[in-house]
């Protein structure tokens, strides 16, 4: 009889650590689940933070590239000196280049300034003549450019009438203009400022006036002044 009972009671304790250890096990890789759930979600929020943390880093960069300051530089040649220029500005400053291009086209004739008879010493005479239409006089994108430069030859004191009307048909507000002449003896003079006027808006610098075979040295030194 008590080997019946120590047999039980042996039973029983082997059950009973057999279901402590199963119980200790399941604990176990509850844990073990539960550290690895754990671990899953904090890769998934540092992968989180990393994607936004890029986005918001994409989006500044993209704002920096949108806020840069953007140059125009906008021309009239008659004689192809004038494009020299804006051309060589263009390219030491990286900027965006226009042309103002008259419907009717100035020729040769038409420039003959000892010619009573020829186009512009008309114009010249005759203010009403002076509203020259364009083959366009706005600019794709004109609200991107922060600086403008206006190029022009000089006629009689003034600039070629071309120009008025571009500067007519633009809003120059909050943009920084800087014109800039070629002549062979004439000065810049009041030209500057009669566009300003014309304009009627935007911040506008003293001008200046190069040569018509200006040298690439006269070029880069006025570029390096007005930066």
Known sequence: MKKVVIGIVIAIIIIAMGAGAYFMLNSNKEKKSDNLNQNALSLNDNINIE????????????????????????????????????EKIADKLDADIFEIIPEDKYTSDDLDYTDENARVFKEHDDESLRNI??????????????TILIGYPIWWGNAAWPVNTFVKANDFNGKRVIPFCTSSSSGLGQSGKILEREANSGNWENGHRFQSDATDEEINAWIDNIK
Do not use: C, G
């Not at 949108?66 to 004689?79: D, G, I, M, P, R």
């Not at 239409?133 to 922060?146: I, R």
């Open 133 to 146: 239409k364009l083959e366009k006089d706005t600019v794709d994108n004109w609200e991107e450019y922060d």
């Open 51 to 86: 994607k936004e943390n890029t986005s918001v880093m994409k989006n500044e960069n993209t704002e920096n590239s949108n806020n840069q300051s953007k140059t125009l530089v906008v021309y009239f040649s008659a004689q192809n000196h004038t494009k020299a220029v804006a």
